[in-house]
């Protein structure tokens, strides 16, 4: 069998189990709250309209989710606590994480495969490109946390 269909249906299962696991622990915690002393604000009239426009137009948007990085899990766990039917949750989850997997198993592997080359035959150049890497993830967490640090603390310099 071809190396990135084995890999796509590994991730697919692995994608499956994941974001499934992530919408029924938010399930449970939705269950939860609404037995909770949380209950009389999450029964407001509010959060109801917001919770049955999840329920009938959030799977468009857990399908989309599978194409970010980092909201997949958020989505996933909000279509659960917010109840939104299986019958519109389940092909949301069957087409956003085929989506992933193939993008993930292609561009993935292509990835690795470059980079496997890259230290094959050019030991130090491959480390280079790790470094700069890295320092750029770093670069870009080090950036975002100051950025939503000074929006704080504008917000808290408004409010006094």
């Known amino acids: ?33 609404r037995r909770s ?7 407001s009239a509010k959060f109801l309209r917001a919770e049955r426009a ?10 989309v989710s599978f194409l970010t990085v980092g909201f997949q899990t958020a989505a ?3 279509a659960g606590s917010m109840r939104m039917p299986l019958p519109r949750y389940l092909p949301a989850l ?3 994480g085929a989506a992933w997997a193939l993008i993930y198993a292609t561009a993935g592997l292509g990835v690795l495969s470059v980079l496997g080359r890259l230290f ?10 790790v470094a700069v890497l890295l320092l750029a993830v770093c670069g870009a967490v080090v ?7 000074l929006s704080s603390g504008e917000v808290a310099a408004e409010e006094s």
């Open 1 to 33: 069998m071809d190396k990135i269909a084995m890999t796509a249906g590994a991730l697919y299962l692995i994608i499956l189990l994941r974001a499934g696991g992530t919408f029924a622990v938010g399930w449970l915690a939705g269950a939860g709250a």
């Open 120 to 129: 094959a035959e050019r030991t130090a150049l491959g480390v280079s490109a």
């Open 37 to 43: 002393r949380f209950s009389g604000r999450i029964s």
């Open 76 to 78: 996933n766990f909000l």
């Open 143 to 149: 950036y975002r946390r100051r950025k939503a640090a």
């Open 54 to 63: 999840i329920q009938r137009w959030g799977a468009p948007v857990v399908a």
């Open 94 to 96: 069957f087409v956003g």
